[in-house]
């Protein structure tokens, strides 16, 4: 899984597989979360977001879990496609006097192999 | 084509040099942000402006100024060129602070 501010996970998986890529937080004021996929030689594309009043988001393919207990975010990929194989980023935006700024984190490498 | 572009798409720069990075949206997005992106650390706020008119620092800021004259335009300087800032540049913009950011597609910069 990936924290932020650690070094960059990697993972492979089939396709068709599921995949979960993980993301842990340090800021427990943090209030709102995003996902963003980025492919080689692009900027970061927008996923999925999660209010912090909120344990679960669904959107096209994809599901992000918030859990505030522990601090820790998922990215749920159902059947992976080629085209799902990017870096993936979970962004916090802290509350207090850091609101609107985003913290990212280094991204989790998706391999999604044919 | 709403969205956000940025130019140049990539650039070598001498040292010293100065070097402004341009940034333009059409989606009327109040809130606009740059951030450099590093292998190995992520993304990084350099300097932001949550409306026309007003800029602040981000995490980063040091070497690098800012302008937000309208809404549409948000553009980098770099005043003299170091090796260090050598780097992948992203603008983003949100609807209001505090709102998700949108990407443009980078400016890759190269100072030797």
């Known amino acids: 899984g990936e924290s932020v501010g650690l070094h960059l996970p990697t993972l492979s998986v089939q396709e068709g597989d599921n995949s979960i890529i993980n993301c842990a937080y340090s800021n427990s004021a943090s209030d709102y979360f995003i996902w963003y996929k980025q492919e080689s030689g692009k900027g970061p594309q927008f996923i999925i977001d999660?209010?912090?009043?909120?344990d679960k988001r669904q959107g096209q393919r994809v599901t992000v879990l918030l859990n505030k207990t522990v601090k820790h975010l998922s990215l749920q990929i159902a059947a992976t496609q080629p085209g799902d194989s990017a870096v993936y980023f979970c962004a916090e935006n802290a509350g207090g006097t850091s609101y609107g700024k985003l913290t990212f984190g280094q991204g989790t490498i998706l391999t999604v192999h044919p | 084509i709403a969205g956000i572009t940025q130019a140049p798409t990539s650039q070598i720069l001498a040292a010293g040099r100065r070097m402004t990075l341009r940034c333009t949206q059409d989606m009327r997005h109040n809130a606009m942000y740059w951030y450099r992106q590093d292998l190995g650390l992520g993304l990084r706020l350099i300097h932001y402006s949550n409306t026309a008119g007003t800029t602040g620092k981000g995490e980063v800021p040091d070497g690098y100024s800012v302008s937000r004259a309208n809404t549409d335009d948000f553009p980098l300087t770099l005043a003299s060129a170091v090796p260090s800032q050598t780097s992948v540049y992203f603008c983003?913009?949100?609807?209001?602070?505090?709102?998700?950011?949108?990407f443009g597609p980078g400016t890759r910069l190269l100072v030797l």
């Open positions: 983003a913009s949100s609807v209001d602070w505090g709102e998700t950011q949108y």
């Open positions: 999660i209010r912090s009043n909120m």
